[in-house]
């Protein structure tokens, strides 16, 4: 029933909150895996030719909102991004990768590794990056964010180990890219799963800006260190993305806790 009333308000919204698609279009992926590379070049090259251009975190928050921005980015760890360079590369794609730096595979344990693609629920290749394959995704240009060190709700843990969980990852990030790491992706994404005490301590600590995955809200007015995205299901048509991007989605959000988008 509650389903039913959620797919009504979703639906209501579509047909009234659609608007066209901004200039500023924020992105995100999980993994991706050769069964992927059509979708997503397909789903590039669609955006290039209206024009939108690909980059760091950092332009895109300073780019006007006159400029037509593409920020592709990627969260959690997955050794298929490395795999996937060459694609990127084609696509002429600067992207950024939001790792979790606990299950290096050359460094966590199985049963770590296990637990871990357990937690962010993911039933594909379950194998994560090594080290040397992180570094070279930051050597070929693109930009390393931090995702947190475990993937756990942030927003449930204490100010001790939300702590622990962020500082730690940036230091391991950096550490092993050689760059500073001032990109912040929260785990989950929702708003319910970070609060505003986070944000402040991640601005505070060396972060220049904080990624949500709250969809629908690309048409908020922008701050100078929010990115919204919304997700991109690689298995849905270039139609159907194009109509969840397009959704105000801010008002179901806030009225409902749940995304406008499904
Ligand atoms: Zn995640």
Same mark, same amino acid.
Not at 66 to 76: A, G, N, V
Not at 103 to 108: G, K, L, Q, V
Not at 228 to 246: M, P
């Given at each position: ?16 909150? @659609?608007? *066209? ?11 991706? *895996? ?13 955006? /290039? ?26 969260? !959690? ?14 696509? !002429? ?23 871990? $693609?357990?937690?962010? !629920? ?33 927003? @449930? ?13 940036? *230091? ?7 760059? !500073?790491?001032?990109?912040?992706? #929260?785990? #989950? ?10 944000? /402040? ?5 060396? $972060? ?16 100078? #260190?929010?990115?919204?995205? /919304? ?8 139609? *159907?993305?194009?109509?969840?991007? @397009? ?16």
């Amino acid at each position: 029933m509650k389903q039913k009333i959620f797919s009504v308000i979703k639906n209501t919204h579509k047909v009234f909150a @659609s608007r *066209e698609l901004p200039n500023h279009l924020g992105l995100y992926f999980h993994a991706l *895996e050769p069964q992927h590379y059509k979708a997503f070049s397909r789903a590039i090259n669609h955006f /290039t030719a209206q024009g939108y251009k690909t980059m760091s975190s950092s332009s895109y928050l300073a780019a006007p909102q006159t400029q037509k921005c593409l920020f592709i980015s990627f969260d !959690d760890n997955y050794k298929g991004w490395h795999s996937a360079l060459p694609v990127l590369k084609q696509c !002429d794609v600067t992207a950024t990768f939001y790792v979790n730096s606990l299950p290096f595979r050359n460094e966590a344990s199985d049963d770590v590794i296990s637990d871990y $693609f357990d937690r962010i !629920d993911y039933h594909g290749e379950r194998i994560p990056l090594s080290v040397e394959e992180l570094k070279e995704i930051s050597d070929n240009g693109h930009e390393i964010g931090c995702h947190s060190h475990s993937h756990f709700v942030l927003s @449930s843990l204490s100010s001790d180990l939300w702590d622990t969980e962020i500082r730690c990852s940036k *230091e391991i990030l950096e550490k092993i890219t050689g760059q !500073d790491i001032t990109s912040f992706s #929260y785990p #989950y994404g929702m708003r319910r799963h970070f609060s505003g005490e986070l944000k /402040t301590y991640c601005l505070q600590n060396g $972060f220049t800006n904080v990624a949500a995955a709250i969809p629908g809200m690309l048409y908020k007015k922008p701050d100078s #260190y929010t990115i919204h995205r /919304t997700r991109w299901h690689l298995h849905n048509t270039i139609e *159907e993305n194009l109509t969840d991007l @397009s959704i105000d989605g801010q008002l179901f959000e806030r009225l409902t806790g749940k995304s406008a988008v499904g």
